[in-house]
């Protein structure tokens, strides 16, 4: 199965190549998806989540982590909730994903696996974004882990300045 990219490339989601790996197509890809399904109050992207994300940490690994957690959704265009990620008829789906982390890793020479660091902060941030952009009537959102401040996700960004701003610190971050 092959779809086309922004680039006009052919990408099997399920087999990624190392040319798959385009950090302008990870960064406009990421600023065009919405976090949580697209059911927030505002547009919130998933370049901004990974851009707050990575200001959480002053380790470098941690921060190249942390901005390039999201790479599965960056080359596919798809934030599957969780709850839908994790049910059993997505299992090739979680482990192309986990393909994608441990390609990421090989081409930019980071750590394997990827730090339970990233993934328990990635937790808190969402916490703290579906406080601030998700009804919380229906649902302890806080029951998952505990909620950073608010004021770290900031304002939200427009596309456009999350795709630059995205791709900025990607180009900083790995020394392009």
């Not at 596919?76 to 049910?87: A, E, F, L, N, V």
Request: charged share 25%; aromatic share 10%.
């Amino acid at each position: 199965m092959k779809v086309m990219n922004a680039s006009g490339r052919l990408i099997d989601p399920f087999n990624l190549q190392p040319e798959d790996f385009d950090p302008r197509i990870i960064a406009q890809t990421l600023s065009r998806v919405c976090r949580f399904w697209s059911q927030t109050s505002e547009f919130y992207s998933v370049a901004q989540h990974c851009l707050v994300m990575e200001s959480l940490f002053d380790d470098i690994e941690l921060k190249k982590w942390a901005l390039g957690h999201e790479i599965f959704e960056g080359l596919t265009g798809m934030d599957i909730p969780s709850p839908i990620k994790h049910s059993p008829a997505m299992e090739s789906y979680r482990r192309a994903e986990e393909r994608a982390l441990e390609q990421l890793a090989d081409i930019y020479g980071l750590p394997k696996p990827m730090p339970k660091a990233i993934k328990l902060y990635d937790k808190r941030l969402m916490v703290t974004e579906a406080l601030r952009f998700m009804n919380t009537v229906n649902f302890d959102w806080t029951q998952i882990a505990d909620p950073l401040p608010l004021k770290v996700i900031g304002k939200p960004l427009s596309m456009a300045e999350a795709q630059q701003q995205f791709l900025v610190r990607w180009y900083e971050l790995f020394e392009m």
